[in-house]
DNA sequence: GGGACCCTATCGGAAAAGCCGATCAGAGCA
DNA sequence: TGCTCTGATCGGCTTTTCCGATAGGGTCCC
């Protein structure tokens, strides 16, 4: 194992730089024994001679001069070393892995990126969509860093930044009785056909629970993959169902044959929050995204 | 003053490939107590956290991960040290600084350049001409690494390695009474108008001591700066004069109205030789140079 | 939820390296 | 031939590095 201290190595430099060993050890500030015995040491380690000390002056030999050069370089880098720790330490300056669940992530990321891009140049942002227990796995694991997702309730292990309040709003038909009404709750939805979206989504549970699980058998729901699909569905005149306020407010309901409507139920909202180990190194950076998310008012109604 | 050592960037390394301290540990062959000890001392030097120990898995920091690479790239450089080492000690295998005198340079350098290229490949040659004593001091000074000088008397304080024997041959024109000689000796041109090379060329007192200082005033010498000058000179029945074998071997003397003459004194020759300060640490390269030109027979002819 | 297992941090003592001042040997210069 | 300057060497001291043992947490399984 070669054994080489990086200030030797900046020895030398100053050495070539002096022209001479006196010089250079008054220069940097210890003993020219000391001085002469690293340098010696660094010729032993590279296995070469770096310098012809035999005349008047200090004559480089080649290896020295191939060994300067890259003595040179590698201080170069050593130096810049303290300025990525400083970069480092500024908040949401890095790489930030986050991931998002797709009742989310579609509606929220163009804003989002836009708004993270102006606010934190520095911040080099890898976005990953997944379910919540897939994200939440990732986070466990170290390959993602932070999570949003809308059920922090299934995950205290984590420690969770809430973001904020998510409504869950009815849609229906243009021409359905409700669609002119300024709210509506359970009880007016009861024997529609719910749509849902497939199972391992959690937006699937949190609209079981806002209707009240036993207003509708599960068996009579019909599944679908993401938001937009339940939307045609329901234009199609196949259901009704409740969609987070976010993908409305992206425009997830602005086709002309649906309507959203206010719905009143104890349970008609998510919340959202951002998941991250606990004891994280990084929570500084966290908890900066997680201030940053609700200052700007992208996702959710303010604080529970 | 950074106190860093190569080696713990190298653990740093195997650590994060490793993805746990006590793996890595083993793997160097240190305890895990020292691997611990020195990522904080990195930490510590470097001025911010690399890995996030919180979890099950180790975490690389964004800061971590840009150390990473600087180490990786770092550790490359390291491990070509001694490979730069080991070309170095083959001879003639790196840059080698040879000074010429005027009256061989341009005469030797075509040939001297292509044979050596042939033989030593990797060999950088960087060549300078100039006259005997500033080559000298040159190569005292460490600038130059040799001389290939013709006046080896006046270089006691240096390493000389002889290459042979360089001799003078009388230069007339073709209707001189001479030109058809087979040879010709100081005798033959007493009276006669000399032609030299200016005051500080070597082979200008060689010329004066070939000839015999006493058959030819100084004051009735006429100057010339280079040998083909001199040659136009001879042309023009300005008067005659000594050049090396050196020179005429590359067609100095090729012009159709002059002839050369073998001259016979105890001094018509110089002997050529390569200075090299005493004991430097590359005289191994410069006797490898020596006898390359010794044996390629391409100045000289043979060791007196 | 309790216990086993694995992980990293810490501590005291031993080994090694780094450093210093003093001294020695050699080269260059007058 | 001395004188001066320079780098190498040596003994002793300080600092760093390393090790084994141990402590403190986190994770996972029962």
Redesign the pocket.
Known sequence: MI?L?I?HLYYFIILVESG???KAAAHI??????L??????LEATIGGPLLD????E?VLLPLGEAVLRRARDIMAQIGELPDLAARSARPLSSRLRLGLIPSIAPFLLPRMLKSLKRAFPELDLYVREGMTHTLLSEV?TGRLDVALIADINGAE?FDIAEIGRDPLLLVVPTDHPLAGRNAAGPEDIEGEQLLLLDKGHCLRQHVLTAVGADHVTEAAAVSAFTIPTLMHMVEAHIGITLIPEVAVRAGAASQSDVRTVRFDSPHAWRTLGLASRP?AARSADFDALAEHLRAEGLIGIGPQ
Chains 1, 2 share one sequence.
């Open positions: 054994n201290n200030r001479s060993f006196s500030g210890i003993g020219q024994s000391t002469s015995g690293a340098i010696q040491g000390r035999t005349g008047r200090l466990r292990d004891r």
